[in-house]
């Protein structure tokens, strides 16, 4: 088995609520076993320029509660091309790194698989607020997110029933609805607009005016972002042109991404690190650590990154054939659990909501 003297971690991509209690986590584990740590700070770019300094115990002492990432991030397109990459296992073989804690989605997870193969093993954590990588039920940054855009609508919702109004607020989650979903239920909203579900105009000033006939004063429409970035300030017009009640358009954007981890981001980017470095540690490589059914397993990133496209539709050709039938029958069932869960928040809104 092979034996690791000195580790790296990097965070990468979009940031997310919870990564530094990940990093500490990492860290930690790994530097209570003896091997060393090296921050890499500004994801892979700061791995191809050599931007790496030393982590001990105390480094990541008080960052549990931080949002945003001590490690900074970035996006890197220059990682992408062959003479980036070459720059990057050249930094590693001057800083004597010889395994990565990667955290990211699935851009940092591609740029995972790549290290790896060029020989520096490599163990992902998912980290956006998005939740949109389909092998785990939850990535890190999620939850906190969610609470943030409660806590936002709860405070619009105020003004709201003052003024006899509607707001139409748009939500972060890329091609993704469930932050949209979620908050949805939580916030009491009138209506919800994701990707993955049928909507209309229609339907949706419906229900306000019926809501409105039975004295409901406060209109909450919550519109994932992944519907189109015109699409709700379209919809806040056409609301109020049709139903009569003053219409509001908010996009949080960025406001939700930020802010310190809730305890459920901590405790899970906790549970991520640990298993993570122990799992490199233990001589694994190109995996993803997931969460499923409240427990923490390790994924082939190749399975991961193949399972969201087969759930996007976007699976290109020869894309099966390294898995095997088990392997594909499993993806399958993995994208008929995370659907049917989508559903039921979908369902429980519909069924309870005014
Ligand atoms: P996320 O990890 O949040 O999905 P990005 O898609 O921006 O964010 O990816 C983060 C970084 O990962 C990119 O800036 C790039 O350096 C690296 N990356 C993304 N896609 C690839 C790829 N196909 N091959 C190698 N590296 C990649
Ligand atoms: O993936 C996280 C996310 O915040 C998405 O919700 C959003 O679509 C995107 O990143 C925004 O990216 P940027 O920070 O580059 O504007």
Redesign the pocket.
């Known amino acids: 088995m092979k034996t690791f003297k000195r580790i790296g971690i990097l965070t990468s991509?979009?940031d997310a609520p919870g990564m530094n209690a990940a990093v500490r986590a990492v860290a930690r584990v790994a530097l209570a076993r003896g091997v060393e740590v090296m921050a890499i700070y500004r994801g892979y770019s700061g791995l191809i320029n050599g931007e790496i300094k030393p982590m001990g115990m105390r480094d990541v002492s008080n960052i549990i509660n931080r949002g945003g990432t001590i490690l900074y991030s970035d996006?890197c397109p220059e990682f992408k091309t062959e003479e980036g990459m070459q720059k990057a296992i050249d930094t590693c073989k001057k800083f004597g790194i010889d395994g990565i804690v990667a955290l990211g989605?699935d851009g940092t997870f591609r740029g995972a698989t790549d290290l790896t193969a060029h020989g520096i093993p490599c163990v992902g954590i998912p980290c956006?607020?998005?939740n949109d990588i389909t092998s785990t039920d939850a990535t890190i940054g999620f939850d906190t997110a969610m609470n943030t855009v409660t806590e936002l609508i709860d405070k619009l919702r105020d003004t709201c029933e003052s003024h006899a109004r509607c707001n139409v607020v748009e939500v972060?989650?890329?091609g993704a609805g469930d932050i949209a979903l979620n908050t949805a239920i939580a916030s009491g909203a009138s209506a919800v607009v994701v990707p993955e579900f049928p909507y209309s105009d229609e339907g949706i000033c419906k229900r306000i005016a019926a809501a409105k006939k039975l004295g409901k004063r406060n209109f909450i429409v919550i519109v994932s972002?992944g519907v189109g970035s015109e699409y709700a300030p379209a919809l806040a017009k056409k609301i109020q042109e049709t139903t009569g009640v003053e219409t509001k358009f908010a996009r949080l954007a960025?406001i939700v991404?930020g802010g310190n981890p809730t305890l459920r981001d901590r405790v899970l980017a906790s549970k991520m690190g640990t298993y993570a470095a122990e799992e490199l540690l233990r001589g694994s490589s190109n995996v993803v650590v997931c969460e499923k059914m409240n427990k923490i397993v390790a994924r082939d990133i190749n399975y991961a990154l193949i399972l969201d496209r087969m759930y996007k539709g976007t699976l290109k050709d020869g894309d099966l054939d390294k898995f095997s039938e088990e392997e594909i029958a499993q993806m399958k069932a993995d994208i008929e659990y995370k659907k049917s869960h989508l559903l039921d928040l979908f369902t429980v809104e519909h069924k309870i909501n005014l």
């Open positions: 991509g979009g996006r989605g956006t607020i998005d972060m989650g890329r972002e960025h991404r």
